[in-house]
């Protein structure tokens, strides 16, 4: 059943080629088994890691090994006993602290999300104007982070940042400062390697966007007295909003769980919900409080998901 | 319904839009080569050439999206050379349409004048007006995507006259109509531009259409204006081999002059098997290479001899095409020229030429154009 309506839409059929009853059979499986693996694989590697988190959220801690205690118990009556409880929740929900990481999470990934749309819709835009091989050549220094391992690159900028790295030298050297400044475990240092890891993320669904504008559309505007500036505002924008919710997307979401960048780069009070279930599961090997905590980011996060397509399909009505 | 004309505010009696020795190069590329055209107020001129000969760059240079390399162009006597395009009096019809994909038809319709400021109240009212004129009542909220071809083509129309710009440019604007809606916008356009008194210039490579609309034709070849005129001018009396070959159906000889007198001349050409006599003179050099066009309908064909001394050749019929308002004849000559022949259909009945039948064809002396090679 997986997908068969998008097979229909997606794949007109030569009717005259597969008149046979067999042959037309085939193909049906052929179309629908090309949706349905890379689904059914999707299925198997999303559906049931969740399902055992999801498990692991509503049962007890225990010393042992592994950390829970089962959920499903044949008991000695041989009746099939189900010990669930929700105190783990209650428990993330009431905690001060963890309401606090999830606040900040959501903060920081809305700040970093701003950022790289201010800084990759200029540079989208740019590459997209550029013409022939320029345009390659840019687009591939884009990608050639991707290159490098991320970890590395966190590295790097470790390297940067120090107290005796380039930056507070170049800074010294300029005579900006006397006696080098702290930039690695501030925030500052988190925001700067949110915004470079997640900016090509945001450079490319705003690039295919902007690139498939046709331009006549900004001439038209030009003509009947629309200076550039407002033209971009009435014509481009608008007309690219598709590229930058999906580039939006792309960055918010994962950027609310990144762990690397704010453990690596930010201070003891930079409190991140990827910092804190990592915590919870491998410092305090509490596995019901962590998945508890996995499970409300992923509520929130499909809440965002969905109002931002609630929102993106009203501005489509609206035109 | 009130649409003013448009009001001219100086240079009343000059042309209404001068290019002035206009020349527009991309790298080594000229693709305008020392334009200069005089166009009148409330004229249709039509710019009509074959694809990259420059029509749409002059067309383009004009609404201000390209700078001309040399040369000026003022419209109502001002310079606009410099002007962008968000500040001419001159308004566009794209090809595409270039109709906002996001915003409504009225709100298409809306947009230049919500550029200069005008209310949203006195807009709608202007919109609607436009709508009227253009058939579209009713679908204002209709979206460019939900239209048909016809429907997107007026409201590029109404977008592009709401303004009441003192120039409308249209870029091909009948080329994505099917044949039936494109005679009868046809017509429409040429009502609409009579009624407001807006000088049109349009671009097209049909010259069907350029001799439908235009009060004047300029035909363009590779970035140069080989013949500016009327209609009949260009399809009677072109000025070139080329402009002859490219308006209508023509039979091309090339030949020599061999008499050249004040009041008639003679070619000889080669594979015709007679001399093609003109009742005027050309008074070009004696010897002089010329070529002649001749109209197909120009062409009577008898199955007897005609009375006429001059000008008659004798050939068999080797095609034949009914296109039931005429028919098209292939003639076979001596010489081994073909000869196009073309016959209206008079009469429902009319007497059938069969194929390898023989024939006489005759013309009259008026008819032959003579053109330089």
Redesign the interface.
Same mark, same amino acid.
């Given at each position: 059943m997986l997908g068969c309506g998008f097979a229909d839409r997606g794949f007109p059929v030569n009717h005259r080629a597969f008149s046979g009853r067999w042959p037309r059979l085939r193909a049906e499986l052929g179309r629908r088994s090309v949706i349905g693996l890379p689904f059914g694989w999707l299925l198997l590697f999303f559906a049931v890691p969740f399902l055992i988190v999801l498990k692991i959220s509503v049962s007890n801690a225990v010393l042992a090994m592994p950390p829970v205690a089962p959920v499903l118990i044949w008991g000695h009556d041989r009746i099939l006993q189900i010990h669930v409880q929700f105190s783990n929740y209650a428990f993330v929900l009431a905690d001060r602290l963890y309401v606090a990481a999830f606040i900040n999470s959501l903060r920081v990934a809305a700040v970093t999300t701003l950022l790289t749309l201010l800084i990759g819709y200029p540079m989208a835009y740019g590459i997209s104007r550029t013409p022939g091989v320029w345009r390659n050549v840019l687009f591939m220094f884009v990608a050639l982070p991707f290159f490098t391992s991320f970890l590395l690159r966190v590295y790097a900028w470790i390297g940067l940042l120090g107290r005796s790295g380039p930056v507070n030298g170049l800074l010294l050297h300029l005579g900006l400062i006397h006696e080098p400044i702290q930039l690695l475990q501030t925030d500052f240092a988190v925001y700067l390697g949110m915004v470079y890891s997640y900016l090509p993320f945001m450079v490319l669904p705003l690039y295919a966007s902007i690139e498939k504008l046709?331009l006549?559309?900004l001439? #038209?505007? #030009? %003509?009947? /007295?629309?200076?550039p500036t407002?033209a971009f505002f009435?014509?481009t924008l608008?007309?690219t909003r598709e590229g930058i919710f999906a580039g939006c997307l792309l960055v918010f979401i994962p950027a609310v769980g990144e762990y690397v960048i704010p453990a690596l780069m930010g201070g003891p009070d930079t409190l991140m919900i990827g910092r804190v279930v990592w915590d919870e599961f491998f410092a305090n090997r509490d596995w019901p409080v962590a998945s508890a905590l996995a499970i409300v980011l992923l509520v929130i996060l499909s809440g965002f998901v969905f109002l931002l397509q609630k929102v993106q399909a009203q501005a489509e009505e609206a035109? | 319904m009130t649409v003013n004309p448009v009001q001219s505010n100086g240079g009343a009696s000059g042309p209404y839009v001068r290019i002035d020795g206009v020349t527009k190069r991309f790298g080594d590329f000229e693709a305008v080569s020392h334009v200069s055209l005089d166009i009148a107020q409330g004229e249709i001129f039509c710019l009509l050439g074959g694809s990259g000969c420059g029509k749409t760059t002059l067309l383009r240079i004009l =609404? /201000? $999206?390209e700078t001309p390399s040399a040369g000026s162009i003022f419209i109502d006597g001002v310079d606009v050379t410099a002007v962008?395009?968000?500040?001419r009096p001159?308004? *566009?019809m $794209?090809q595409?349409y270039?109709? $906002?994909?996001? *915003?409504?038809v009225a709100?298409n319709v809306a $947009? /230049?004048l919500r550029? %200069?400021g005008v209310s949203k109240a006195a807009a709608a009212e202007r919109v609607n007006e436009m709508l009227a004129m253009v058939q579209l009542e009713g679908y204002e909220g209709r979206?460019p995507h939900q239209l048909s071809g016809g429907q997107r083509q007026r409201v590029a129309l109404a977008? =592009?006259l709401v303004?009441r710009p003192k120039l409308l440019l249209l870029d091909e604007p009948l080329g994505a109509l099917d044949k039936k809606l494109r005679e009868r916008t046809q017509f429409e356009l040429v009502k609409l531009q009579e009624r407001l008194g807006v000088t049109f210039v349009i671009v097209t490579h049909d010259q069907e259409e350029a001799m439908t609309l235009a009060s004047r034709i300029g035909v363009m070849r590779s970035g140069e204006i080989l013949q500016v005129g009327s209609p009949t001018d260009i399809y009677e009396f072109p000025n070139s081999r080329y402009v002859a070959d490219f308006i209508g159906s023509v039979n091309l000889f090339d030949g020599q002059l061999v008499v050249d007198e004040p009041d008639h001349c003679r070619i000889a050409c080669a594979g015709l098997g007679v001399d093609i006599f003109v009742d005027h003179g050309v008074s070009a050099a004696p010897g002089a290479k010329v070529s002649v066009a001749l109209r197909p309908e120009k062409i009577r064909l008898a199955r007897e001899r005609p009375e006429q001394r001059e000008n008659v050749v004798m050939g068999s019929v080797s095609g034949i095409a009914y296109l039931g308002d005429s028919t098209r004849f292939l003639v076979l000559l001596e010489g081994g020229t073909q000869l196009q022949v073309t016959r209206p259909n008079f009469d429902r009945h009319d007497e059938h030429l069969e194929d390898n039948e023989v024939v006489w064809a005759c013309w009259d002396a008026g008819s032959p154009i003579v053109v330089s090679r």
């Open positions: 046709d006549t559309l001439e #038209a505007a #030009a %003509d009947l /007295g629309c200076r407002r009435a014509i608008p007309l035109g | =609404a /201000g $999206f962008p395009p968000y500040e001159v308004n *566009m $794209f595409s270039a109709l $906002f994909p996001h *915003m409504t709100q $947009f /230049g550029q %200069d979206k977008r =592009a303004k």
